[in-house]
Structures are given as C-alpha cells and as structure tokens.
C-alpha cells in the first residue's frame, strides 16, 4: 500500500489543522462531562420547573442513569459527528480537483481511502478517551467511582460504533461527489441500524448491538459476551473500507 | 450518592458552560471574518445555526460551513 505513512501524516495533521480534532475533543468533552450532570440533577430540575403541581416521583438517579446518559450522548451527537467528519472526506476532495492531484504521486488509491478514514477514526478515538474520562471523573464525584477497566473497554465498543457510521458515510463519500449526499447515506444508515437493532438476534450484530455488552462492562455487570458484536462491526467496517476501495479504484477523478 | 454544596455544584458546572459558550464565540468569531467564504454564502444562516443549533451548530459550522474548512 504505497505511501500509507506520508498520507497518514498529512491527514492527521490535516484533522489539526483545520480544528476538527480539537473542536471534536471539545465537543465530546462536553458530552462526558455534562452527561452525569444531567443524570445527577434532572429530578431536581424537573421539580423545581414542576412546582408543586409536578406529582412524579422519580427513583433516586445513580451511576448507572450517569453512563445511560452517556452512552445516549454520544450514540447520538457522536454518530452525528461520526458522519459530519466523514461526509466530505472524499467526495470534497474529488469536487476541489485536490483527490486527483495527490494521486499523481506515487500513492495507492487504498492508501488514499485509509489514510482518511483512519485519521477520522483516530479523531473519533481522542475524542472518546477525552469524553469517558470527564464522565468516569464526574460521576464518580456526582455518584460512585465505576470501574476503571469495564468502562475503558465500554468506551472502546462506543467508539467502535462511531467509527462503523463513520465508514458508512465514508463509503457514500466515495461512491458520489456530493458531501451532502454522503451524510444522508449515513443518517439514514443511523436511523435504519436503529430500527433493525430492536431485532433480537440481528441487532446483536449490528453498532448498535455494542451498546448492551458497553453498558454490562462500564457497569461491572459480571460475565459480558462482546466477542460477537465487536468482531461484527469490526467486520463491516472493513468490508465498507473494501467496497469504498472496489467503487474507488477505477473511478474517474 | 454523595451531598453536594452549592458551590460544588458550580464548580462541576462551570467547565461544561465554559465551553459552551467558547464554542459558540469561536464559532461567530471565525465566521465574522473577513476572508471566510461558507458554504451556500450566507454568513447569517451559519450565524443562526451556530448560535440555535444546540451544542451541535459550532460544530456543525467548523465541519462542514466552512469552504476552506
């Protein structure tokens, strides 16, 4: 795969350039850290709003609605943010003229596609580490301490599905030149992942199926079978990167 | 779950508005300048989004708004 490395180098540096990294940190910081802040206070929120015609009552929150607010969070604004990353990350280049004129080097197309979603991918990853951080902090100040080790393995299966909506988008960036075509494919991919994932069996195997082994392991909920889901969405990620590469190759720039 | 002072409360508040609210005068910052072409070339339809659009808008503006970005 000729000039992986370099082109590695250039997106990477590219996602800091333009911002998008640290403004995706930034942003999923925000999530972590508000995410049990929310859990936290709601019912008193809610109460105060209510007055005393607000005849509810809620349960006691605890750490468990902490990381359900968490994961909430980010399969929402990070899948969001998984496709506004991906979006353009082909098709603008191909509209600019600019895919065509690094491709004149000695560089492979596959280098090309991997060294992008890569680089979303490692944007996606420091912004999850940043974000599982501020909310373990914050809920262990606001709740109880989680364990360490479950909720890092949870934020990988978070992350692991942020990257999968990332590469559905990826492909659809490929496929056309319009980056607007690119994020409809990948919130349409959103919603119909999140219907099929109600399925049993199938959603299992589906991004979304990583959301119950995440919540089992951020919760040290005993035994937690994630083999299957994880090597699942791992599957699709790198069968969207191989179909990307197949539309890719032989396509007029 | 562990009592909680006011001022504990604040101070566990203040980093997420902190950055709210840095988000979103970047965001009109960045866009109030001069050179910044956008996409579409309406500057105050991104001025609303990055304003209205809830923790989403700057985000959205740095991402996809800008023509350069």
């Known amino acids: 795969m000729t ?5 590695l180098r250039k997106e990477l540096l590219e996602q800091w350039r333009t911002t998008r990294l640290p403004l995706v940190v930034v942003v999923f ?8 802040l929310l859990a936290r206070f709601t019912p008193e929120i809610l109460k105060a709003v209510g007055g005393s015609q607000f005849q509810i ?12 607010q968490l994961a909430k969070n980010l399969g929402e604004f990070g899948a969001l943010i998984a496709v506004l990353l991906a979006m353009g990350s082909v098709a603008t280049e191909k509209e600019r003229g600019t895919a065509a004129l690094i491709l004149v080097k000695p560089v492979s197309r596959a280098a ?20 599982g951080a501020g909310a373990w902090f914050y809920t262990l100040v606001l709740f109880e301490p989680l364990p360490v080790g479950g909720f890092v393995a949870a934020m990988f299966l978070q992350w692991l599905a942020l990257v999968a909506y990332a590469a559905i988008t990826f492909l659809g960036s490929t496929v056309t030149r319009s980056a607007l075509a690119a994020a409809g494919l990948g919130v349409a991919a959103f919603i119909v992942l999140g219907i099929l994932g109600i399925i049993p069996v199938v959603g299992t195997y589906l991004p979304t199926g990583l959301g119950a082994p995440a919540r089992a ?34 396509q007029e720039l | 779950m562990p009592e909680l002072k006011p001022e504990q409360i604040i101070a ?28 579409g070339g309406n500057k105050v339809v991104w001025a ?13 503006y740095f991402v996809a708004g800008r023509e350069d970005g």
């Open chain 1, 217 to 250: 392991l951020a919760l040290g909920l005993g035994h937690v079978d994630a083999l299957g889901p994880m090597s699942a969405s791992a599957g699709l990620i790198g069968g969207l990167v191989v179909i990307s590469w197949l539309a890719f190759r032989r």
């Open chain 1, 29 to 36: 910081l925000l999530v972590g850290l508000s995410s049990p």
């Open chain 1, 112 to 131: 090309f596609l991997i060294s992008k979603l890569a680089a979303i991918a490692t944007t996606l990853g420091v912004a999850t580490v940043i974000a």
């Open chain 1, 3 to 7: 000039g992986l490395g370099a082109l």
């Open chain 2, 48 to 60: 609303l989004i990055i304003v209205f659009v809830n923790l989403l808008g700057p985000i959205i």
């Open chain 2, 12 to 39: 566990l508040l203040a980093p997420v508005v902190v950055i709210q609210i840095g988000l979103l005068i970047a965001g009109l910052i960045d866009l109030g300048r001069d050179e910044r072409r956008v996409r």
């Open chain 1, 57 to 68: 009552v809620l349960p006691t929150p605890t750490a468990a609605d902490a990381y359900d």
